[in-house]
């Protein structure tokens, strides 16, 4: 298998990060001369409007430099067509949330163009046909239920990431550091060429994190859903590496599956918003909005440490566990103070 240069991998990364870079104040300064604001609200924390469109220049970055990587040699003859839906989901997901920006979509359009992108991806080839057995091996799945269980786990990592964006420059720092564990890992596998794809997603979150980061200049919007879907997707493209990317991110994903639960056993919409998300929790206890970030930083990059330490199989499951019950524990405890 051809083995990218370091240079290409350098290259990549950079021309992200430039884009995104010189992209995102370009940006924020049209959404506010079109007045596309996102106004102060009970719920949110600023308090002054702020500009939300972080969706088109992560989207502008990320496609542009995924192209460029066409003209990479590849071993895989079937790579530029999952390459291709890759970019054609992202497109589809920056168009309709940029209206969804300006406009607000209700949860029905948001959810249909939502598997519709992942339809895309699947239609593809990009499907989890197999899952990690922890006592060795993998277990093959039957078509029907890889392509179910794919759709789910793109759309459940695209709302992941949305829920998760509930503080300055908290979804694509988180976003990032992912992306340089599927970056090591893809490139461990030896799955060189695509290894260029989570650097473009790194440089691409990083340009964007340094107008992001709080307190910020401008907000990621449905820019949550381009970085989940890329996440998603990366996660997958090139075999499953399901129980890395839940390392990596199981604090955002155990407190999207905790808040659907208390949502439903209040008899509320599991997807109607409210301030039960652990980082709003740690802010009314008075954390400050760096602080959480930082902390859900340093957890994420402990977490994607383990997950590229521990072998995989029954190791990787003993560490998902430790942390679930960890953070269940963290979770209870604060309901339980009535937090």
Partial sequence: MPEQSVLEYIV????????????????????ARFGFL????????????????GGVPLALALVITIALTFLSPRADPYEPLKVLALMLGLILIALFGAYDDARELKALPQFAIQFIAAGVAVASGVVIWKIPNPLGGDIPLPEVIAVAF??????????????????????AGVTAIASAVLFIHTYRLMQFSLALLPL??????????????????IF???????LGFALAVLSIIGGAKVATALLVLAIPILD???????RVRAGRSP???DRGHLHHRLFD?????????????????????????????IYKLIALIVIGVGALAVLVRLRRNGI
Avoid: C, E
């Fill in 256 to 262: 999207v599956a905790w808040q659907i639960l208390n």
């Fill in 220 to 226: 990621l919007g449905s820019g949550a859903y381009i």
């Fill in 285 to 313: 206890l008075g954390q400050s909005p760096r602080k959480i970030v930082l902390l859900y930083y340093a957890l994420t990059a402990l977490f994607g440490a383990l997950a590229l330490i521990l072998p995989s199989g």
């Fill in 150 to 171: 794919t759709l789910f786990w793109i759309v459940g990592m695209m709302n992941t990431i949305n829920w998760l964006d509930g503080l300055d420059g908290l979804a």
């Fill in 38 to 53: 996102d106004q102060p609200a009970p719920r949110r924390l600023h308090r002054t409007p702020m500009p939300r469109h």
């Fill in 271 to 273: 997807f109607q918003a």
């Fill in 200 to 217: 473009a997603l790194l440089g691409a979150a990083l340009g964007f994190l340094i107008f992001n980061f709080p307190p910020a200049k």
């Fill in 12 to 31: 990549v990364l950079a021309i992200a990060f430039v884009l995104a870079f010189f992209l995102t104040p370009l940006t924020a300064r049209t959404a």
